[in-house]
């Protein structure tokens, strides 16, 4: 399995913010899958969130990173 790096864009009453999260998954599509599952919302879906792309993470960059994104989505 690879780690994703996905980047959410979410908007709610005017104000956008984006969000990253760290995805398992075989490959780029699956992984955009994966993270449309996810909420990313603040409100319980009231806002709208977009994912906008997936980045493949090499395995040596994983351990930083998860520090500061917490879980991994499998």
């Known amino acids: 399995m690879k780690i994703f790096l996905v980047y959410v ?17 075989k490959n780029e599509a699956s992984a955009l899958r994966k993270a449309e599952k996810n909420d990313f919302t603040h409100q319980n879906g009231i806002e709208l969130q977009k994912i906008e792309f997936a980045i493949e993470i ?3 960059e994983v351990k930083i990173l998860s520090k500061y994104f917490g879980t991994i989505i499998e």
């Open 9 to 25: 864009t979410t908007q709610y009453d005017g104000y956008e913010w984006l969000s990253k999260a760290l995805v398992q998954a």
């Open 58 to 60: 090499p395995k040596g």
